[in-house]
């Protein structure tokens, strides 16, 4: 790797240093914390601050990125208005994806959670962060480069956003409509980005519950190994 000083500057002083007893500790205390995450399907209409959703996107925008090139937006929709279109828009491409369009074994896969077509929660969570993929962009406003790693780059993010809002004691849910051209008009984002996904954001309602299924987590050894 080159580096000189022209182009790098050292490593921030602010780094953490921890020593290895630490690390251990907060690593098991971060692993406790994320273990109580869940995706909910049933929100409070209670209001979130703006500035709250306003951090966790910038936790997210501080995500690793393809050449830096940062190549994701989110559009944070609070207006009920605009939360009431991208229900009926979201739920019209849900009721074609459960009469048809999915495969039987798709279907059968979400059973055990128990979804449909209907997402009134859509309406009564107050934020629906909108995340769109841009293909071309750039690290300062007003280039036009290519991106790259796009979808790994904007997927980093999304999960750096749903751990900050969980760790400010939000709930989430990851939405996917499948086609969800339609963001790109309701939220005024150009023909060029293509919409990731939509994720829910807001206080969990008081007898929100989830699936037994959502519970089961593979263990270490399922999902690692170390050589």
């Known amino acids: 790797m080159k580096t ?3 182009t790098h500057v050292p490593l921030s002083a602010d780094f953490p240093h921890y020593p290895e007893a630490e690390m251990q500790a907060r690593a098991v ?11 909910v399907r049933s929100f409070s209409s209670k209001a979130v601050p703006q500035d709250i959703i306003e951090q966790c996107v910038l936790t997210a925008g501080s995500a690793p990125s393809g050449a830096n090139h940062q190549p994701w937006y989110f559009a944070c929709v609070g207006s009920n208005a605009k939360k009431k279109e991208i229900r009926e828009a979201a739920e019209a491409e849900e009721r ?6 999915a495969a039987q074994e798709w279907i059968d896969a979400l059973a055990p959670i128990g979804t449909d077509a209907d997402k009134p929660y859509m309406e009564i969570a107050p934020w629906l962060i ?10 300062r406003e007003g280039e036009d480069k290519k991106n790259y790693y796009i979808h790994e780059s904007v997927g980093i993010a999304t999960g750096m956003l749903i751990s900050a809002c969980h760790n400010a004691g939000l709930a989430t849910l990851v939405h996917t409509p ?10 005024g984002r150009p023909e060029t980005e ?9 206080y969990p309602a008081d007898d929100a519950m989830v699936p037994n299924h959502a519970l089961v987590k593979k263990p270490l050894g399922e999902i690692a190994s170390f050589l």
């Open 130 to 139: 909108c995340i769109f993929a841009q293909r071309r962009g750039g690290i």
């Open 96 to 101: 074609e994806f459960y009469s048809g369009r």
């Open 29 to 39: 205390a971060y692993h406790q914390q994320m273990q109580s995450r869940r995706s």
């Open 4 to 6: 000189t000083t022209e």
């Open 178 to 187: 499948n086609p969800m051209k339609f963001l790109n008009g309701i939220c």
């Open 194 to 202: 293509k919409p990731f996904l939509i994720l829910v954001a807001g």
